[in-house]
């Protein structure tokens, strides 16, 4: 049962673009609906639960309780579930980062995707750790962890090296 693949994705930074706080669009603005998504995000997020993964990847974020519920108006909003095809059941949140090894220990996840290093560094007995598009702040302070992941910039990217 070990050997079935399952992928975790982070939600901040990977899904839900992160803005500058003073943008009109910014995700801590009251026009958090409308923040965008990462370019690509949805539909290679179809293709992974369609394919490899097949109804295999799960949302995993770290955020306290009004962030979790402005994620869940976004995800809902933005038809995050009819174009990924991933159901709401999918989608879990954590209030601190290294809880996401709890989660991700409970659920059997095999792979990660996460924009900060510090988070993939507390999820080493996973096979497949991708560190998406990092602040070089956020690699320079975690770079222990760096040797354990692969670096990408984009959800095209990472596509093709998760769907080759
Ligand atoms: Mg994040």
Redesign the pocket.
């Known amino acids: 049962m070990e050997n079935i693949e399952k992928l975790g994705v ?5 899904i839900i673009a ?1 803005q500058d706080v003073n943008a009109d669009t910014s995700f801590m603005s009251k026009n958090y609906l409308s923040t965008p998504a990462l370019a690509d995000a949805f539909i290679e997020l179809k293709k992974l639960n369609e394919g490899r993964f097949r109804d295999r990847v799960y949302l995993v ?1 770290k955020c306290g309780p009004s962030v979790q519920s402005k994620t869940r108006k976004w995800l809902k909003h933005n038809h995050f579930y009819e174009t990924t095809g991933i159901p709401e059941d999918k989608v879990h949140f954590c209030m601190e980062r290294r809880e996401k090894a709890e989660i991700s220990l409970s659920l059997g996840l095999t792979a990660f995707v ?3 290093l510090e988070i993939l560094g507390y999820l080493k007995h996973m096979r497949d750790l991708f560190l998406f598009n990092p602040t070089k702040e956020e690699v320079e302070a975690n770079k222990e962890h760096l040797p354990l992941v692969k670096v990408v910039r984009t959800w095209s990217e990472l596509g093709a090296l998760l769907n080759p």
Request: hydrophobic share 20%; no cysteine; charged share 40%.
């Open positions: 982070d939600i901040g930074g990977v992160n974020s996460d924009d900060r």
